[in-house]
T-cell receptor, first 116, second 111 residues
């Protein structure tokens, strides 16, 4: 089992550019969540995808958007990059179960984004 | 609004010492609480998950407790080792979809 994988591992962009980050969930998982972790802080919830729909969203602007594919993999897109978008972006997968909100999330290694 | 805090922000202990990391949350309406470990520049590794109906979980040298009424959780590490050096994060799940993390405690175990 490859676990949660993310690509690329590192990325350097300039202000105003757009970026796409990718995530493949752990085998058997159908739900993908994205988090932003600034240096020295805990991860902040961006949004979650289930059945190709955004199920809930954290306090992030519309510049952050996402997509989930039929194979459950997901993309995070960030438009009009700002210096403050520099962070580690983490993807987590889980299995949605009715009446079971207590399932464990498995995290990928993250993508380190640097905006210059 | 749920807020999660962790004390201390950083901790340095000699090898072999037992230690306790603290996590506090403001809203007791949680589904579960999870402790993670993060090595520098890396992703998160789940250590222990405590469901809202449980009081504690144990794995090896780790023991985590949960007191929902007081909004507190502790992670106890027995006989600390240099390999335990990392940042430890607690996270509470407040709905099916949302997980709120604390800022973490940076642990350094000195040989």
């Amino acid at each position: 089992d490859a676990g949660v994988t993310q690509s690329p591992t590192h990325l350097i962009k300039t202000r105003g550019q757009q970026v796409t980050l990718r995530c493949s969930p752990k085998s058997g998982h159908d739900t993908v969540s994205w988090y932003q972790q600034a240096l020295g802080q805990g991860p902040q919830f961006i949004f979650q995808y289930y059945e190709e729909e955004e199920r809930q969203r954290g306090n992030f602007p519309d510049r952050f958007s996402g997509h989930q594919f039929p194979n459950y993999s997901s993309e995070l897109n960030v438009n009009a990059l700002l210096l403050g978008d520099s962070a580690l972006y983490l993807c987590a997968s889980s299995l949605a179960t009715s009446g079971g909100p207590g399932e464990t999330q498995y995290f990928g290694p993250g993508t380190r984004l640097l905006v210059l | 609004k749920q807020e999660v805090t962790q004390i201390p922000a950083a901790l340095s202990v000699p090898e072999g010492e037992n230690l306790v990391l603290n996590c506090s949350f403001t809203d007791s309406a949680i589904y579960n609480l999870q402790w993670f470990r993060q090595d520098p520049g890396k992703g998160l590794t789940s250590l222990l998950l405590i469901q809202s109906s449980q009081r504690e979980q144990t794995s090896g040298r780790l023991n985590a407790s949960l007191d929902k009424s007081s909004g507190r959780s502790t992670l106890y590490i027995a006989a600390s080792q240099p390999g335990d050096s990392a940042t430890y994060l607690c996270a509470v799940k407040t709905s099916y979809d949302k997980v709120i993390f604390g800022p973490g405690t940076s642990l350094s175990v000195i040989p």
